[in-house]
């Protein structure tokens, strides 16, 4: 395919580079230059949603010329777009296949190491991510606070989505064919708090979604709660959850709501690290 041609307007000469110090091949400093000045159009743009010729060129500090230049390129590539009634430019379609391409590298249980321990060191409790694993939720990272050294190990453990909080969040973002069709099976009851009922069970995925956590209170195991919340990936996909797990005598009703609201920001802040919200 050929890419389009761009319509530029009369070059204005800029103003020269500063010497470099060192060996560099000729135009190695404009080069760079360039590159710099077309990640910064890029990132103006992700700021404000959408500029003029003369907005970014007054932001970067160049000539109106330079500047149109830079969105002839980034638009040739895909990675600007270009409002026809107004003449703003936008960012395309272009970046989100590069972000897409990174997103891909990033590694959740890698990048969620930091959150984990952060929270369960500012909890004292256990934090684990996990992800769908078929009609299962896998923990792929565990990181323990002191008041969780006796905690059992979560790593690894395949548990099941209607009777923990981590899997409740997987469970509510499934597609809804592959949702009603967990929810049409009989589902094992773990203990009398367990949720297996279709009606009552697709009324607590309903409500994770609308609240944007979930909740266990030995749902499970005797004894274990647990709340979670949803990590998303770059295009806000869930990707996984965060959850928090201790026993019910400290995760008490009264305090299970901070408790979420820490959780949330928790999984916000991994969702960051996956690239969401950029």
């Known amino acids: 395919?050929?890419?389009?041609?761009?319509?530029?307007?009369?070059?204005?000469?800029?103003?020269?580079?500063?010497?470099?110090?060192?060996?560099?091949?000729?135009?190695?400093?404009?080069?760079?230059?360039?590159?710099?000045?077309?990640?910064?159009?890029?990132e103006s743009?992700?700021?404000?949603?959408?500029?003029?010729?003369?907005?970014?060129?007054?932001?970067?500090?160049?000539?109106?010329?330079?500047?149109?230049?830079?969105?002839?390129?980034?638009e040739n590539r895909g990675l600007v777009g270009q409002s026809k009634d107004r003449g703003k430019y936008y960012l395309g379609a272009g970046v989100l296949r590069l972000a897409g391409a990174a997103a891909v590298r990033l590694d959740i249980s890698q990048e969620g190491g930091p959150v984990c321990r952060e929270l369960a060191d500012e909890l004292g409790e256990t934090v684990n991510i996990a992800v769908l694993d078929e009609d299962m939720a896998v923990n792929i990272m565990?990181?323990?606070?002191?008041?969780?050294?006796?905690?059992?190990?979560?790593?690894?453990?395949?548990?099941?989505?209607?009777?923990?909080?981590s899997g409740k969040v997987l469970f509510a973002q499934l597609p809804p064919v592959l949702r009603e069709g967990l929810l049409a099976r009989t589902l094992p009851r773990f203990t009398a708090h367990t949720i297996t009922g279709t009606t009552a069970l697709r009324a607590e995925l309903e409500a994770v979604e609308d609240?944007?956590?979930?909740?266990?209170?030995?749902e499970l195991e005797l004894g274990l709660a647990?709340?979670?919340?949803?990590?998303?990936?770059?295009?806000?996909?869930?990707?996984?959850?965060?959850?928090?797990?201790?026993?019910?005598?400290?995760?008490?009703?009264?305090?299970?709501?901070?408790?979420?609201?820490?959780?949330?920001?928790?999984?916000?802040?991994?969702?960051?690290?996956?690239?969401?919200?950029?």
């Open 1 to 42: 395919m050929t890419r389009k041609q761009s319509q530029v307007e009369p070059d204005a000469p800029d103003a020269p580079d500063a010497p470099v110090s060192g060996k560099q091949p000729r135009g190695t400093s404009g080069a760079v230059q360039s590159v710099d000045r077309a990640v910064s159009v890029l």
């Open 226 to 278: 647990a709340v979670a919340a949803p990590a998303r990936a770059h295009d806000g996909k869930v990707i996984g959850a965060i959850s928090v797990s201790g026993p019910v005598f400290r995760l008490t009703e009264e305090n299970l709501p901070a408790l979420a609201k820490r959780t949330v920001a928790a999984a916000a802040e991994l969702s960051r690290r996956m690239g969401h919200g950029f």
């Open 45 to 74: 743009l992700a700021r404000h949603g959408e500029a003029g010729v003369t907005e970014i060129a007054d932001e970067l500090g160049v000539h109106k010329s330079t500047a149109f230049r830079l969105l002839g390129v980034l």
């Open 142 to 165: 565990q990181a323990r606070g002191a008041a969780s050294v006796t905690a059992q190990n979560w790593l690894g453990r395949r548990t099941p989505l209607h009777a923990t909080s």
């Open 211 to 218: 609240q944007g956590f979930a909740v266990a209170v030995e």
